[in-house]
């Protein structure tokens, strides 16, 4: 290939890609599109898209689980990327000749073949790799627990515990990483990957360690200390061997390429 052909080629690729205009329908999206070197070619994404910090400066067509029709329509994207959960969306754009794609962000597994698609179909392959490798060394770089044990990841603190307790079931990246890690998680039934308890499900559940994802950002009015006892007042054997703990980050609840993080934060929580 002559020099002059390579240079067109090139030429053409980078032209190709200043004039994509892509829009994101949830934060984890956005945060893989800025990680594959693709955030010059986003024009809006969903609410709660704050990593990183260029995220924050994009227009908002919604929510992740309500996005505006009409406004993503103004934006004239030429890709909308969103999960699964989004498909009823995405259909309805294809009807105005809008490519879509729709990827699965629910197990480990799932994010790093989404990242992979989402790469190839940005014309980042190896950037998507580089993405998907770290999750898999993060996998990799932890010894087995000593003495394994069962766990149990809450979604939230809260002072009041009657009801309303959300937990992390099966089928999705949590319980992914709680099993990677050598030990396992205290809810075994598959019915649901979030399944909501109450004080009695938690004493039959009766985890050897529970740990709370909380958002400062996101809940600043609880009172940590006063929630924890709380939780320590039910009778579990996280409670008599005081291994109850607050997770405070803001990648935890994101399946992205930050999924690595979350990995090596909560291995260390459960093995230390």
Same mark, same amino acid.
């Given at each position: 290939?002559?020099?002059?052909?390579?240079?067109?080629?090139?030429?053409?690729?980078?032209?190709? !890609?200043?004039?994509?205009? %892509?829009?994101?329908?949830?934060?984890?999206?956005?945060?893989?599109?800025?990680? #594959?070197?693709?955030? &010059?070619? $986003?024009?809006?994404?969903?609410?709660?898209?704050?990593?990183?910090?260029?995220?924050?400066?994009?227009?908002?067509?919604? /929510?992740? &689980? @309500?996005?505006?029709? &009409?406004?993503?329509?103004?934006?004239?994207?030429? #890709?909308?990327?969103?999960?699964?959960?989004?498909?009823?969306? $995405?259909?309805?754009?294809?009807?105005?000749?809008? +490519?879509?794609?729709a990827l699965n962000l629910k197990q480990l597994h799932s994010i790093e073949k989404s990242i992979l698609t989402l790469g190839a179909k940005l014309n980042a392959v190896n950037k998507a790799k580089e993405l998907t490798n770290k999750i898999t060394n993060a996998l990799t770089s932890t010894h087995k627990p000593t003495h394994p044990h069962s766990v149990m990841i809450v979604y939230g603190l809260k002072e009041d515990l009657r009801s309303g307790i959300y937990i992390a079931g099966n089928n999705i990246f949590f319980?992914?990483?709680?099993?990677?890690? /050598?030990?396992? @998680?205290?809810?075994?039934?598959?019915?649901? @990957? +979030?399944?909501?308890?109450?004080?009695?499900?938690?004493?039959?559940?009766?985890?050897?360690?529970?740990?709370?994802?909380?958002?400062?950002?996101?809940?600043?009015?609880? *009172?940590?200390?006063?929630?924890?006892?709380? !939780?320590?007042? %039910?009778?579990?054997?996280?409670?008599?061997?005081?291994?109850?703990?607050?997770?405070? &980050?803001?990648?935890?609840?994101?399946?992205? +390429?930050?999924?690595?993080?979350?990995? +090596?934060?909560?291995?260390?929580?459960? *093995?230390?």
């Amino acid at each position: 290939m002559s020099v002059k052909i390579l240079f067109l080629f090139s030429f053409f690729i980078l032209n190709l !890609w200043a004039n994509e205009r %892509i829009i994101s329908l949830s934060p984890s999206i956005t945060e893989i599109i800025y990680g #594959l070197d693709r955030g &010059e070619s $986003l024009v809006a994404t969903s609410s709660y898209s704050l990593y990183p910090n260029a995220a924050k400066k994009l227009p908002i067509i919604g /929510g992740y &689980e @309500n996005p505006n029709i &009409e406004k993503i329509l103004s934006y004239k994207p030429t #890709l909308v990327v969103g999960q699964s959960f989004n498909q009823n969306t $995405l259909d309805r754009l294809k009807h105005f000749h809008i +490519q879509t794609l729709a990827l699965n962000l629910k197990q480990l597994h799932s994010i790093e073949k989404s990242i992979l698609t989402l790469g190839a179909k940005l014309n980042a392959v190896n950037k998507a790799k580089e993405l998907t490798n770290k999750i898999t060394n993060a996998l990799t770089s932890t010894h087995k627990p000593t003495h394994p044990h069962s766990v149990m990841i809450v979604y939230g603190l809260k002072e009041d515990l009657r009801s309303g307790i959300y937990i992390a079931g099966n089928n999705i990246f949590f319980d992914d990483i709680i099993k990677a890690s /050598g030990n396992t @998680n205290a809810y075994t039934s598959d019915q649901t @990957n +979030q399944p909501v308890l109450n004080y009695e499900n938690v004493i039959a559940l009766n985890p050897d360690q529970i740990i709370i994802l909380h958002s400062h950002a996101t809940e600043p009015n609880v *009172n940590v200390k006063k929630a924890l006892q709380n !939780w320590y007042s %039910i009778p579990t054997n996280a409670a008599k061997n005081k291994k109850i703990s607050v997770v405070d &980050e803001d990648y935890l609840h994101i399946p992205s +390429q930050r999924v690595a993080l979350t990995i +090596q934060r909560l291995y260390k929580e459960m *093995n230390d």
